[in-house]
């Protein structure tokens, strides 16, 4: 009898069954590592058992067979030392030092493929999780924790041939970090962007085979990822980078789990230290994609410090964005307290002259915020690169209910210069928690937009109360306020009332109140009240 092969939801019911082990311990944004760093030995420690036994079996009868085997493992996607497979673990569950021996596991994993699971500076992806930690309880507690832990993840079997196809332990993967993220709250928006907006970006921004492809805020990797599916082709570079070191390690492995074993995922802060280079210049890209923090204070506009023991009382050099190295601010510095455009300025500016192509989600404030940011937007919009506006849903992304929109830029713009707006926002599902969008809100979006692109929609209402093509003159008009109501004419009249009946309706209710007032009078007197 053929063995039921294992589905996303397989995985799902036992991740689940043993994120038990946490519930009411630490917050959901701390046990999801805990949960997926798991996840992620179990897969690696099974597709090597499954391909040592393939390896063996294709050397059967040869003296040096087991050699042979081991010599052919060296040259697969990843190393795994004796101690650090999950079933050498799982051997040792009962163990008193057990939290110790997952973090020696993890580390030796680490150091065994230094190439990929280290980032530039020399830091490992697991070094910020800690298997030992009293974070998980006194020992006892915490061994069993641990224990159980390893029981659940022994009920999977994560090798090739066991699986439903190939994408599934990526697609369980990224189910999980959105189901932790509607458990994490506010938390979840440093890490992860909902499923339908990734969507939608990816094929707004729809890249040709050997493009490459950048979100240099990648949080958990799943909008880049997105983007490089939405190709069609494996023939695509993947680049991120992400400043929080538990998500960018969270990224490193979403890659391998989906089959991106080229991509490259750099942990730093990208405003203040850009790791995506080709020697001193910033690494440039076809298609740039992003989810930045919104609004973000104290993001680097100028970071000189005054530390009087540390420095005699002298200032201390900091990043200035005034005097960025790579120049990305020359139409403007944007305020020290809203770093929106400071993000999009340094997407703009690493995607390619001449056709690099740019989409990021923005809070509406900067589609219309004076001062540094007008004259910013205003220099844009002048340099031809704004493409389209579109306004998205209330309530789509963890942490804030408040309204986005996504921008478009184009660096190939030539010579179109009119801007689509679209106005999606009273198009989606709606959630106890969260809206979404539909399939079909997404389609109308893209092809839309499409149409816009391929120079099929004429200047002036494309939709009614939907979509609407201006000119550049038009905006200027406006002084480059982006704000989709100025464009698309949502405002909905409302009846016509009749006076005559309206008063005729008074009348009667008149009439009828002082009966119902009669009839109440004389059951009080009944009652002698």
């Given at each position: 009898?053929?063995?039921?092969?294992?589905?996303?939801?397989?995985?799902n019911?036992?991740?689940?069954?043993?994120?038990d082990?946490?519930?009411?311990?630490?917050?959901?944004?701390?046990y999801?590592d805990?949960i997926?760093?798991?996840?992620f030995?179990?897969?690696?420690?099974?597709?090597h058992?499954?391909?040592?036994?393939q390896y063996?079996?294709?050397?059967?009868?040869?003296?040096?067979?087991?050699?042979r085997?081991?010599r052919?493992?060296?040259?697969?996607?990843?190393l795994?030392?004796?101690?650090?497979?999950f079933?050498?673990?799982y051997e040792?569950?009962?163990?008193?030092d057990?939290?110790s021996?997952?973090?020696?596991?993890l580390?030796?994993?680490?150091?065994a493929?230094?190439?990929?699971l280290?980032?530039?500076?020399?830091?490992g992806i697991?070094?910020?999780?800690?298997f030992n930690?009293?974070?998980?309880?006194?020992?006892?507690?915490?061994?069993?924790?641990?224990?159980?832990l390893l029981?659940?993840f022994s009920e999977?079997?994560?090798?090739?041939?066991?699986l439903?196809?190939?994408?599934?332990i990526?697609?369980?993967?990224?189910?999980?970090?959105?189901y932790?993220?509607?458990?994490?709250?506010?938390?979840a928006?440093?890490?992860?962007?909902?499923a339908m907006v990734?969507?939608?970006?990816?094929?707004?921004?729809?890249?040709?085979?050997?493009?490459?492809?950048?979100?240099p805020?990648?949080?958990s990797?799943?909008?880049l990822?997105k983007?490089?599916?939405e190709?069609?082709s494996?023939?695509?570079?993947?680049?991120?980078?992400?400043?929080?070191?538990?998500?960018?390690?969270?990224?490193?492995?979403?890659?391998?789990?989906?089959?991106?074993?080229?991509?490259?995922?750099?942990?730093?802060?990208?405003?203040r230290?850009?790791?995506?280079?080709?020697?001193?210049?910033?690494?440039?890209?076809?298609?740039?994609?992003?989810?930045p923090?919104?609004?973000?204070d104290?993001?680097?506009?100028?970071d000189?410090?005054?530390?009087?023991?540390?420095?005699?009382g002298?200032?201390?050099?900091?990043?200035?964005?005034?005097?960025?190295p790579?120049?990305?601010?020359?139409?403007?510095?944007p305020?020290?307290?809203?770093?929106?455009?400071?993000?999009?300025?340094?997407?703009?500016?690493?995607?390619?002259?001449?056709h690099?192509?740019?989409g990021?989600?923005?809070?509406?404030?900067?589609?219309f915020?004076?001062?540094?940011?007008?004259k910013?937007?205003?220099k844009?919009?002048?340099d031809?690169m704004?493409?389209?506006?579109?306004?998205?849903?209330?309530?789509?992304?963890?942490?804030?209910?408040?309204?986005?929109?996504i921008?478009?830029?184009?660096k190939?713009?030539?010579?179109?210069?009119d801007?689509?707006?679209?106005d999606?926002?009273?198009?989606?599902?709606?959630g106890?928690?969260?809206?979404?969008l539909?399939?079909?809100?997404v389609?109308?979006?893209?092809?839309t937009?499409?149409?816009f692109?391929?120079?099929?929609l004429?200047?002036?209402?494309?939709?009614?109360?939907?979509s609407?093509?201006?000119?550049q003159?038009?905006i200027?008009?406006?002084?480059?306020n982006?704000n989709?109501?100025?464009?698309v004419?949502?405002?909905?009249?409302?009846s016509?009332?009749?006076?005559?009946a309206?008063?005729?309706?008074i009348?009667r209710?008149?009439?009828?109140?002082?009966?119902?007032?009669k009839?109440?009078?004389?059951?009080?007197?009944?009652?002698?009240?």
């Amino acid at each position: 009898m053929t063995p039921k092969l294992i589905s996303a939801d397989d995985i799902n019911r036992v991740v689940w069954k043993a994120c038990d082990t946490f519930r009411g311990l630490i917050d959901p944004s701390q046990y999801k590592d805990y949960i997926l760093t798991m996840l992620f030995l179990k897969y690696v420690s099974d597709v090597h058992d499954d391909l040592y036994q393939q390896y063996l079996a294709k050397y059967e009868g040869e003296k040096d067979r087991k050699s042979r085997a081991d010599r052919a493992m060296k040259m697969e996607r990843f190393l795994l030392p004796k101690e650090c497979s999950f079933n050498y673990l799982y051997e040792r569950r009962s163990a008193e030092d057990i939290g110790s021996l997952i973090n020696g596991a993890l580390n030796d994993l680490e150091e065994a493929n230094r190439e990929k699971l280290f980032s530039a500076d020399g830091s490992g992806i697991f070094r910020n999780i800690d298997f030992n930690s009293s974070n998980l309880g006194d020992v006892k507690d915490k061994n069993t924790r641990l224990r159980n832990l390893l029981i659940d993840f022994s009920e999977l079997d994560l090798s090739p041939s066991h699986l439903e196809h190939n994408d599934v332990i990526g697609d369980a993967y990224e189910y999980l970090i959105g189901y932790f993220a509607s458990d994490a709250g506010k938390k979840a928006g440093e890490f992860y962007t909902p499923a339908m907006v990734s969507t939608l970006l990816a094929k707004l921004t729809k890249a040709q085979p050997g493009a490459r492809i950048c979100d240099p805020t990648c949080g958990s990797a799943s909008l880049l990822i997105k983007a490089g599916r939405e190709v069609g082709s494996p023939n695509v570079s993947l680049y991120g980078q992400e400043a929080n070191g538990s998500t960018w390690a969270l990224a490193v492995q979403n890659m391998f789990l989906h089959g991106f074993d080229g991509a490259v995922i750099r942990w730093g802060d990208t405003i203040r230290n850009p790791k995506l280079k080709e020697g001193d210049q910033l690494m440039k890209f076809d298609v740039v994609v992003a989810n930045p923090p919104f609004s973000l204070d104290k993001w680097g506009a100028d970071d000189t410090e005054k530390d009087d023991k540390k420095n005699g009382g002298q200032p201390q050099s900091g990043f200035k964005a005034a005097a960025d190295p790579y120049q990305r601010f020359w139409r403007g510095v944007p305020p020290k307290s809203k770093g929106d455009w400071a993000f999009i300025s340094h997407m703009i500016e690493v995607a390619y002259d001449g056709h690099g192509r740019v989409g990021v989600v923005v809070p509406h404030g900067v589609l219309f915020r004076g001062g540094g940011e007008g004259k910013i937007r205003q220099k844009t919009i002048e340099d031809n690169m704004l493409d389209a506006v579109i306004g998205l849903p209330a309530n789509l992304f963890f942490g804030t209910g408040i309204p986005a929109a996504i921008l478009l830029f184009n660096k190939g713009r030539r010579k179109q210069t009119d801007v689509l707006f679209i106005d999606a926002s009273q198009r989606f599902e709606s959630g106890k928690n969260q809206n979404r969008l539909r399939p079909q809100d997404v389609a109308d979006i893209v092809q839309t937009y499409r149409h816009f692109a391929e120079g099929k929609l004429a200047a002036g209402v494309v939709e009614d109360k939907y979509s609407y093509v201006a000119r550049q003159q038009e905006i200027a008009g406006n002084d480059y306020n982006l704000n989709i109501p100025r464009y698309v004419d949502t405002f909905e009249e409302e009846s016509e009332i009749d006076i005559a009946a309206t008063q005729q309706e008074i009348e009667r209710l008149k009439v009828e109140l002082a009966t119902v007032e009669k009839e109440m009078e004389k059951y009080l007197k009944e009652l002698g009240l």
